[in-house]
């Protein structure tokens, strides 16, 4: 199984926006359910959106209304628009693909994690 692969991170003042791109390499990939993760430096990997295979998303409260995940299965990529940026987002970003959506949380997939795309903010 190709793992992932991540762009668009880089450095951004606080305020501003960045997109965060994943491509997948999987024939199967418009059928699967994906998700973006970040760990802070210092800190756990933890969730910040997925998106059902059929479109229904799910955000963590801490980035909710700022940023979006989206996905295009024409092209076998997902995006996460971030506005709104704020020091605490810094972090490696990471996506997921073919985890699962189970009560409304996204699990992930341990075996399809892209190698990380750095996002820092500046104040």
């Known amino acids: 199984q190709v793992q992932p692969v991540e762009s668009g991170g880089g450095l951004v003042q606080a305020g501003g926006s960045l997109r965060l791109s994943c491509v997948g390499s999987?024939?199967?990939?418009?059928?699967?359910?994906m998700g973006w993760f970040r760990q802070p430096p210092g800190k756990q990997r933890e969730f910040v959106a997925g998106?059902?295979?059929?479109?229904?998303?799910k955000y963590a409260d801490s980035v909710k209304g700022r940023f979006t995940i989206s996905r295009d299965n024409a092209k076998n990529m997902m995006y996460l628009q971030m506005d709104s940026l704020k020091d605490e987002d810094t972090a490696v970003y990471y996506c997921n693909i073919d985890g699962a959506f189970n009560s409304g949380r996204y699990f992930p997939n341990a075996r399809s994690w892209g190698q990380g795309t750095q996002v820092t903010v500046s104040s």
């Open positions: 998106i059902h295979f059929t479109g229904g998303t």
């Open positions: 999987r024939s199967d990939f418009s059928r699967l359910n």
